[in-house]
């Protein structure tokens, strides 16, 4: 039980046994006099609603204070033990807490499980105990326990159960959570904890010692700016969750993420110095936020645009259309002879796809600016988001060709029902591509290969039609082998660009020393690490292959072509024992006409949509071809 005073909150609650009247009084005041965003957004809320929000608000009150406001670990370990068991009395339909006595009402009406409550406790347990963080993975899976599940009681409140809305949710809130955790940095310092991954601080050169001594330099500006892109990545794949909920509710979800952005915004600005200083929100910035979320429920609701305007806008975006064909015919690449597979409709989306993607990798891949490069692709980022909204606002600022393919591009999503999260993604790689220089395991590679690649493959399949969730898995199997294809055949180009893509654990695993990518010629060590690496290639290319069954039929020879393409050339530096030091390995001109005439008269089918290994050449690698976590 808790002593007298040991908790602050504690000293206003009602006696154990209390009446459910005098519980529930409790309940909203504590909501209502602690600090928190929570009573900035709650009065939007359905009335009804409100007490229960007081209530779980009240359960999460209580366990986030006695892990974090009891000084010593061993006696906040028995006072969480403590709460576990009125927890279970609770469920028992025997609580004795007056938060439990007000959480039991609502349990009931909601049919709300006991597991997010019980995950709760195992987070602030494990704050008792864990105060480094080794891995990316290992902060995202605290994060399943001490945020997920705030954001799927919310839903059950709310009466949303489905799986597809807690999976955007628990985007949503790992996201808002580690904003904070990059907020608070020297707030944490002084609890002896280290949120940030220590093998992301790592590749950016910086030991715990240095987080530690508060060091702050370059290596840790680049830390964060790589922690803020893979948080805004994360917010952007939960933003459709908005869209899917009561439009009250809608409001409530876009002000706590842009609430969450623009602490990742605050943290920008402040030069990244997080661990010195804390940046924050002002009341006046929380009530614009809140404003802007009102301003776009409301536009979300305007009526469509009158039918005098239809006919220009539909010139609009046939010369938007046009644009991104002429831009996708001089980049000359492997993907524009697919196009011409497609039905009009179908080659025009990607075109569309083609366009913006080569746009934004243009602006990553010019000079040497690296900040104007970041700015390059906010700026993207906002005119993408601006042009999914519908915004009619000036923006002098928007990038250059915004304007000519945004059109093409949002009415491709439209017409598909492709996530804009996907293109978010995309920019997310592009900002990885200014400040990653190297990769310490194989799964930080797999994360870059979904957002460079692996989300082409998921707007590819949109615009190719399918109707079994499948696709959108093998399909991220298809990114993931052609980026490894690309990654094998360049591997000496890019390290002569300051880039090592391949995992340290796995140059460490064959002995390569990263300057050996520098030489005139493949070594044994670097032939026999390219051959591991296509392995797993190899491996993801087998199992997307099952891709070609399940879109459209109309759509097949398109992703035939290209698996076809790209698994060809995997072939031929197989063939080649993987010289990738010389002339650049390429098909030439006769034999893609050679695949499009196969592709476009022959029978297509899973068996021969891989162009076929030299079996002489064949090794055992490892397994590669795992959903990216996340």
């Known amino acids: 039980m808790l002593r007298p005073n040991e908790l602050e909150i504690a000293t206003n609650a009602p006696p154990p046994g209390c009446t459910p009247e005098a519980a529930q009084i409790y309940t909203r005041w504590l909501a209502t006099h602690h600090y928190e965003n929570f009573n900035v957004v709650s009065w939007l809320l359905p009335k009804e609603l409100h007490q229960h929000f007081y209530n779980v608000y009240a359960y999460c009150r209580w366990a986030d204070d006695l892990g974090d406001e009891i000084p010593d670990a061993q006696r906040a370990l028995e006072l969480l033990d403590w709460w576990d068991v009125e927890l279970n009395a609770c469920y028992q339909a025997k609580p004795s807490h007056p938060v439990f006595i007000a959480l039991r009402e609502t349990i009931v009406a909601k049919e709300i499980p006991k597991q997010p409550f019980a995950d709760l406790l195992k987070a602030f347990r494990q704050d008792q105990t864990v105060k480094r963080y080794p891995t990316w993975d290992s902060v995202l899976n605290y994060c399943v326990y001490s945020a997920n599940p705030v954001g799927r009681l919310v839903l059950y409140l709310c009466g949303y159960r489905d799986e597809r809305r807690q999976l955007l949710s628990d985007a949503t809130c790992t996201a808002l959570q580690l904003a904070n955790f990059w907020q608070d940095v020297s707030r944490d310092l002084e609890k002896g904890r280290i949120y940030i991954p220590l093998d992301a601080a790592a590749a950016h050169g910086l030991a715990e010692a240095d987080i530690v001594n508060r060091r702050f330099d370059d290596r840790y500006v680049n830390l964060m700016k790589d922690l803020i892109a893979r948080t805004r990545t994360l917010f952007a794949e939960g933003a459709p969750l908005a869209k899917m909920v009561d439009s009250r509710l809608s409001i409530d979800l876009d002000m706590f993420s842009r609430g969450g952005l623009a602490v990742l915004d605050a943290i920008e600005a402040s030069g990244y110095d997080t661990l010195h200083e804390r940046p924050s929100i002002g009341k006046g910035k929380q009530a614009r936020l809140l404003g802007r979320a009102l301003v776009t429920h409301l536009v979300a609701r305007d009526p469509k645009p009158a039918a005098g305007n239809q006919e220009e806008i539909a010139d609009s975006i046939a010369q938007s259309y046009e644009e991104c064909h002429r831009i996708a015919r001089s980049s000359h690449s492997n993907f524009y002879y697919a196009f011409f597979l497609l039905p009009r409709k179908r080659r025009d989306g990607l075109a569309a796809l083609y366009a913006f993607m080569r746009l934004v990798d243009d602006v990553a891949d010019e000079g040497d600016d690296v900040p104007a490069k970041q700015r390059g692709l906010a700026k993207w980022r906002a005119a993408l988001d601006d042009a999914v909204n519908a915004s009619n606002r000036a923006n002098n600022s928007a990038p250059t060709g915004a304007a000519l393919v945004l059109p093409a591009l949002v009415d ?98 064959y002995n390569v020393d990263p300057q050996d990518f520098a030489r005139s010629a493949a070594t044994l060590g670097v032939r026999e690490l390219l051959r591991f690496e296509a392995a797993r290639a190899w491996e993801c290319y087998e199992e997307g292959a099952a891709l070609l069954n399940l879109i459209e039929p109309e759509s097949r020879p398109a992703l035939w072509l290209l698996v076809h393409t790209y698994s060809a050339l995997l072939a031929r530096i197989e063939e080649l024992d993987y010289a990738v030091f010389g002339e650049r390995v390429r098909l030439s001109k006769a034999e893609k006409l050679v695949f499009i005439a196969k592709a476009r008269f022959t029978r297509l089918t899973e068996e021969n949509i891989l162009e076929k290994r030299d079996s002489d050449r064949r090794r055992a690698g490892g397994a590669g071809g795992r959903r990216r976590a996340g």
Not at 431 to 448: G, I, N, P, Q, W
Not at 451 to 469: I, P
Request: hydrophobic share 40%; with cysteine; proline share 2%.
């Open 412 to 509: 491709t999503m439209r017409r598909y029902n492709m996530p804009a999260r996907y293109l978010h993604d995309l920019i997310s790689g592009a900002e990885m591509d200014l400040t990653v220089k190297s990769y310490a395991t194989f799964d930080r590679l797999r994360e870059y290969c979904y957002r460079v690649a692996g989300t082409v493959g998921l707007t590819c399949t949109h615009v190719f039609g399918f109707r079994d969730q499948r696709a959108l898995d093998l399909a991220e199997k298809l990114g993931l082998a052609f980026q490894l294809t690309n990654i094998i055949r360049d591997v000496r180009d890019d390290y002569a660009m300051g880039r090592v893509y391949l995992p340290h654990e796995d140059l460490a695993q």
